[in-house]
């Protein structure tokens, strides 16, 4: 079987199943049709001697996952915090599996670093961070705040005399962790990785942002090696912390600043968001993501340092096979994989059709979409929209809590419009998440309707 038959048919086949599938994103139900188990048994449970050609894999592949798929696709799917993709981007995705090329090193393909490094100086230049500083592509924020916390603790160490990098951490000065009492939960979980432990939590004001006083206190409250998590996107209300005050007076008590942007990094990419962001780029290190806001598909993180140095302190690994560039640091210095897929040329892709104005477009669409939906559902009945919405987050609640859970079911159950269900400042609430570019004005006043629809189904079956 020579190279042309091998490939070309199957990709064919996964073409066409692809178009199916994404055709029917904007109009299909969202939710799943069918649980695990029945995907499971839809698939077969049982390995094969042999199984049969890879077109017929594929065939049966598609058949079965799919009734198994959530339309997160969808304009009107407002979940968590997932965006789509666009086009470019999944083009560009499939390219760089068709190419596998193992992207850990310059001397193996200087075609995916060369993408991968022009697209991270234009993402410096987006985000307003430092020219200087190093990017690394990872696989989400959770990998880039473990990344940012792991350089963070190594330096902030170095600076008092020790070393991880030979000794560990047993035995070292115990590096103080001050984290937002509204930080994501990723920062819990790469703190804990990064042997940090629990951290201590600042106080948080009415929109979930870190309070300068309570920073002040705590950061009195003790001395030696310290970092400061602070988060520009809150996931419920949108918050950005006061990122140049919050900086300054970390940075007077030598604390370094870990900035934890997983979607709102890329405010500063649109000028009439861009004051939200002020002062961000005087941070230390930077995570954000590029399959929430920039709609490339999973998986794609980013993660910055503004000193090349402590990134690639933590990060490198050396050994003669590897043919490391002398004096120049490999995409292997930035993160903690050698082997990995060239997941930064989907960014190249993604920026290089928006050009800079597409991506503030983007950007700010988002936003927009969001205060379209807040909007409509103030005049929904009983509805309270809880958030000053500043970005891209409206988070509501409809009366009691109880009220608030219903309202989320019927929605999910009418299958337009998806929300998830939370809990913010001690209250049930609904969580609508705008992350996606098919998520214009009209579809955001579709969102609102199918809400009204929900609201008006829970009142009558009262
Ligand atoms: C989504 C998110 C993360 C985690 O990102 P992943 O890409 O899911 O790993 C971290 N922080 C915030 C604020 C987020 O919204």
């Known amino acids: 079987m020579d190279d042309r038959e091998g490939f070309r048919p199957v990709l064919g086949e996964a073409a066409s199943f692809a178009g199916d599938w994404l055709d029917g994103v904007r109009e299909g139900a969202i939710p799943p049709r069918a649980d695990i188990d029945a995907v499971a048994d839809a698939l077969g449970r049982d390995l094969p001697a042999r199984g049969p050609s890879p077109e017929a894999v594929i065939a049966h592949l598609a058949a079965a996952v799919e009734p198994g798929l959530m339309r997160m696709h969808s304009p009107r799917f407002h979940g968590w915090v997932i965006g789509g993709a666009q086009p470019v981007s999944l083009g560009a995705d499939w390219l760089v599996s068709a190419w596998d090329q193992n992207a850990g090193l310059r001397s193996l393909s200087p075609g995916v670093v060369a993408a991968e490094e022009i697209a991270a100086s234009w993402l410096l230049r987006l985000l307003g961070l430092p020219d200087g500083a190093e990017v690394g592509f990872v696989t989400g924020a959770t990998a880039a705040n473990l990344v940012g916390l792991v350089c963070a603790r190594d330096a902030t160490l170095r600076r008092s005399g020790w070393n991880t990098a030979v000794d560990g951490l047993a035995g070292g000065p115990r590096v103080r962790l001050l984290v937002g009492a509204e930080r994501h939960g990723s920062i819990d979980g790469a703190a804990r990785l990064a042997g940090l432990g629990g951290g201590r939590e600042v106080a948080a004001d009415d929109q979930g942002r870190i309070r300068l006083d309570a920073l002040r206190a705590a950061l009195a409250d003790g001395d030696g090696p310290a970092i400061v998590c602070l988060q520009a996107g809150n996931v419920h209300s949108g918050s950005f912390d006061p990122f140049a005050e919050a900086v300054e007076i970390s940075h007077a008590a030598g604390a370094w600043v870990h900035i934890d942007g997983a979607f709102g990094l890329w405010a500063a990419a649109a000028p009439r968001l861009r004051a939200l962001t002020a002062g961000m780029g005087g941070a230390d290190s930077w995570a954000t993501d590029a399959h929430k806001t920039l709609n490339v598909p999973y998986d794609c993180g980013v993660a910055v340092v503004a000193r090349p140095e402590a990134m690639h302190a933590s990060m490198a690994q050396h050994a003669a096979y590897l043919q490391s560039s002398a004096g120049i640091a490999d995409p292997s210095d930035r993160v903690p994989e050698l082997s990995r897929r060239a997941r930064g040329v989907p960014v190249y892709a993604a920026l290089a059709q928006l050009g800079r104005d597409g991506v503030a477009d983007l950007v700010q669409g988002l936003a927009d979409a969001a205060t379209v939906i807040a909007d409509g559902l103030r005049g929904l009945a009983g509805a309270e929209v809880l958030n000053d919405v500043v970005y891209t987050q409206v988070c509501a609640a409809f009366g009691d809590?109880?009220?608030?859970?219903?309202?989320?079911?019927?929605?999910?159950?009418?299958?337009?419009?998806?929300?998830?269900?939370?809990?913010?400042?001690?209250?049930?609430?609904?969580?609508?998440s705008v992350s996606n570019w098919l998520t214009d004005r009209r579809e955001a006043e579709r969102t609102v309707e199918a809400v009204r629809a929900a609201v008006e189904k829970v009142d009558r079956l009262r």
């Open 401 to 432: 809590d109880e009220r608030t859970r219903r309202v989320g079911d019927a929605l999910r159950a009418g299958g337009i419009a998806l929300a998830s269900p939370s809990q913010w400042r001690g209250r049930a609430v609904l969580r609508l």
